[in-house]
Structure formats: C-alpha cells, structure tokens
T-cell receptor
C-alpha cells in the first residue's frame, strides 16, 4: 500500500516567485492536511481539505492557498515568496479525519 | 485553549540507556493521542496511538502511557540505539476528529555512542 507522496522533494525559489507543491494521499483517504515546519516552531497547521472542500484553515496569510481534486490529490500554492517561507512543508492524509499519515515533505528554500 | 506541552525540549543519552519523554495536554475531550518520531528533514512517523480509555501501548522498544485524569502521557524508550536520535512529537486529536490536530513542539533526542 503506497504511502503519502509529496513532490518535489526539494525546491529552491527566489523571493517574489510563486511555488506549487503536490501531495498524493493514501488510496481511499479523502482528508488532506498541510503543515509548515520551521526550526524551533514545530508544525504549524496550514489547511485541511476533505472531498475537495477546505474544512479548516490555520493562521497564515492569503499568499498560502490550496485545493483538492476529485481524486483527493492536493496542491498548495505560495505566491510572492518571502525568505521566511523557507521551511519543510508536510502533507498528511486521513480516511476519517482522525488518524493521520504524513508524507516525507517538500523542503522549500527561498533565496 | 487547546495546548500540548512536551518536556524536556532536548535530551542527550548514551547508547543502551533508557529514557522517558513527557507530554502534558489541555485538549478535552480528546479522541486519541499519538506519538510520532521525526528524523531530520523527513515526515513524522507514527509510533503509537492511544484512545482516552487506554493506559499503555507498546511498539517494540517504545512504550507510551496515558493518564487521562492528569492529562499526561509519556513515551519510554528502552535500550536506546543510535537510530533513535530524532524528534519525538506528541499529537492530540480533539474528540471531533475533523478539528485541527494539536501538536507539541517536540523533544529532540540525541543518542550518543
């Protein structure tokens, strides 16, 4: 059974650019959550999607957005990148919104 | 406010020794409490999951305990190995599963040879 797949694994962007990260959940999982992790900050919740609808949202600026497709795959987009957006972005999927399985993450570096 | 606090923030132990990590939470009621292990630069991997009615759960050398009355959980690692060096994160899921998970900031464990 394949796990949660995140692509790309590493990404380097310059300030002002935008970026799109992808997450393929475990087959059958309809809930996908996104998290930002920076050193010393722990995991910060970005948003959660369930059946193509955003169900929860964290306290991040509007530059951070996401969407979920009918096959449950999800993307998150960050526009007008800032240096402080450099982080490990993690995606987690769940069948019922209870237990979560995380992907390996996308390491974004903004220069 | 739902919070999860972990202690210590970091820990260094010698290979072969045991250690115990602590997690205190204020989430109530809650559905389950999980301990995750996260290697540097990787995603967290679930070690144990306990519902409010469970007291202990083991996964190899990892044993988690839960006291729902005092809202405390601990993760005990037996006979530590170098590969145990990682961050350990306590995560509490509120009773209504569709609410946001509440994460602790983690304990960074270094096992020294």
């Amino acid at each position: 059974k394949a796990g949660v797949t995140q692509t790309p694994r590493y990404l380097i962007k310059t300030r002002g650019q935008q970026v799109t990260l992808s997450c393929s959940p475990i087959s059958g999982h309809r809930s996908v959550s996104w998290y930002q992790q920076t050193p010393g900050q722990g995991l910060q919740f970005l948003f959660e999607y369930f059946s193509e609808t955003q169900r929860n949202k964290g306290n991040f600026p509007g530059r951070f957005s996401g969407r979920q497709f009918s096959n449950s795959r999800s993307e998150m987009n960050v526009s007008t990148l800032e240096l402080g957006d450099s982080a490990l972005y993690l995606c987690a999927s769940s069948f019922s919104g209870d237990g979560y399985t995380f992907g390996s993450g996308t390491r974004l570096t903004v220069v | 406010k739902n919070q999860v606090e972990q202690s210590p923030q970091s820990l260094i132990i010698l290979e072969g020794k045991n250690c115990t990590l602590q997690c205190n939470y204020t989430v109530s009621p809650f559905s389950n409490l999980r301990w995750y292990k996260q290697d540097t630069g990787r995603g967290p991997v679930s070690l144990t999951i306990m519902t409010f009615s469970e007291n202990t759960k083991s996964n190899g050398r990892y044993t988690a305990t839960l006291d729902a009355d005092t809202k405390q959980s601990s993760l005990h690692i037996t006979a530590s190995q170098l590969s145990d060096s990682a961050s350990y994160i306590c995560v509490v899921s509120p009773y209504t599963g569709f609410q946001k998970l509440v994460f602790g900031t983690g304990t960074r464990l270094l096992v020294s040879p």
